[in-house]
């Protein structure tokens, strides 16, 4: 895993806040402390309309989650709302599996799809190193 000082600044939400104020579930922990990357110290929380605003490009790992955040999203948000996996060749439309409610193998997957996207983001908004 690389590092790239973009500037940029990173966040991650819900658009419900079922799990706000919790750590990662100890599965993600443990998929990501392999990729030599400590998640464990991180929070859930809930997306704010502020977000809305700080943020210039808010990505939803699924169609109902999208659907979520244009509902909440101020009128004149400047946010760019899309789907994560648009950004990742040949996945266009397609939806991040949520992990949760199955084993440590969905996990991975969704470990492979938060690199894919992260890739993706470089390409259409960044520079790849």
Do not use: K
Not at 29 to 49: E, F
């Amino acid at each position: 895993m690389r590092q790239l000082d973009l500037g940029w600044a990173v966040d991650s939400a819900g658009t419900g806040g079922w799990h706000a104020g919790d750590p990662p579930d100890p599965r993600a922990v443990a998929v990501a402390r392999a990729h030599g990357v400590d998640i464990s110290g991180l929070r859930g929380r809930q997306v704010g309309p502020q977000d809305f605003v700080r943020f210039d490009l808010i990505l939803a790992m699924d169609h109902d989650n999208l659907a979520g955040l244009r509902r909440i999203a101020p009128a004149d948000a400047p946010a760019d709302l899309r789907l994560a996996l648009d950004l990742v060749e040949g996945r266009q439309g397609q939806a991040v599996a949520d992990p949760y409610y199955g084993d440590a193998s969905g996990f991975h997957a969704t470990w492979a799809d938060a690199c894919a996207i992260a890739d993706g983001v470089l390409r259409h908004f960044g520079r790849a190193g």
